[in-house]
């Protein structure tokens, strides 16, 4: 019998996990920009980093820590404040590349397919890099630690079997990474990729402010919390 009522809790809590996912947000952001500022490569790196990040979360609140981070609201406020100060520091960077590219003759002469070129150009981060793109936009804001604990309170509450937990972290990991992965793929499409080059050029200054904005509203955010 628990069991069965395990799995048939299974659809509904995918179904609102994925609905969550799909919503407009940072971790979308940056597998988007990825995607088309570097490769479908790069892109899916980031679909992975945001999922590594989001396995760590989904441990973090199955372990209890987010009642820790609930009851100790400071905590949650402090490193938030902090996962600013990365958006803003990941943010300056794009700005750069955009000012860098924009100087660079070679670039604008070549008839601007600046993301294919060299190393110096910080539009092709490669793989690892991408990678710690998503994985930092999402550790940046720690109050999805809270998200989770509250979407899942009722299931965490219960003293269930080890199994069922690691089953459902298995699926909502894997549904994550299915559905930023698709993201990537689309987005990166070669296609795709061709007909947007004249706005790919500016793409590094959007990402930049976008990161940079999202960074000073999370430390500002925080302060405000914190202070209060």
Same mark, same amino acid.
């Given at each position: 019998m628990e069991t069965t009522a395990f799995l048939a809790s299974l659809l509904p809590l995918l179904v609102t996990w994925a609905a969550g996912l799909m919503s407009p947000g940072p971790d979308l952001f940056v597998v988007l920009y990825r995607s088309l500022a570097g490769s479908r490569r790069e892109g899916v %790196? %980031? %679909? =992975?980093? /945001? +999922? +590594?990040? $989001? &396995? @760590?979360y989904l441990a973090l609140a199955f372990a209890g820590l987010g009642f820790l981070m609930r009851s100790v609201p400071w905590l949650g406020s402090a490193l938030q404040i902090v996962g600013g100060g990365v958006l803003i520091w990941m943010g300056w960077g794009a700005l750069r590349g955009w000012y860098s590219t924009r100087h660079n003759p070679e670039i604008i002469n070549s008839g601007g397919d600046w993301a294919e070129q060299s190393d110096t150009n910080p539009a092709a981060l490669g793989f690892w890099g991408s990678w710690w793109r998503g994985l930092a936009t999402n550790l940046a804001n720690p109050k999805f630690l809270i998200y989770i604990t509250a979407m899942f309170s009722p299931f965490i509450a219960v003293d269930r079997p080890l199994?069922?937990?690691? %089953? =459902?972290? /298995? !699926? !909502? $990991? &894997? $549904? +994550? @990474?299915s559905w930023f992965a698709l993201i990537a793929l689309i987005a990166g499409a070669p296609a795709l990729r061709t007909r947007m080059q004249r706005w790919l050029q500016h793409l590094d200054l959007f990402a930049g402010l976008v990161f940079c904005a999202l960074g000073l509203w999370f430390m500002v955010h925080g302060i405000i919390e914190v202070a209060s």
């Open positions: %790196a %980031a %679909a =992975l980093g /945001v +999922t +590594t990040s $989001v &396995a @760590f199994w069922q937990i690691g %089953a =459902l972290m /298995v !699926l !909502l $990991v &894997a $549904v +994550t @990474f």
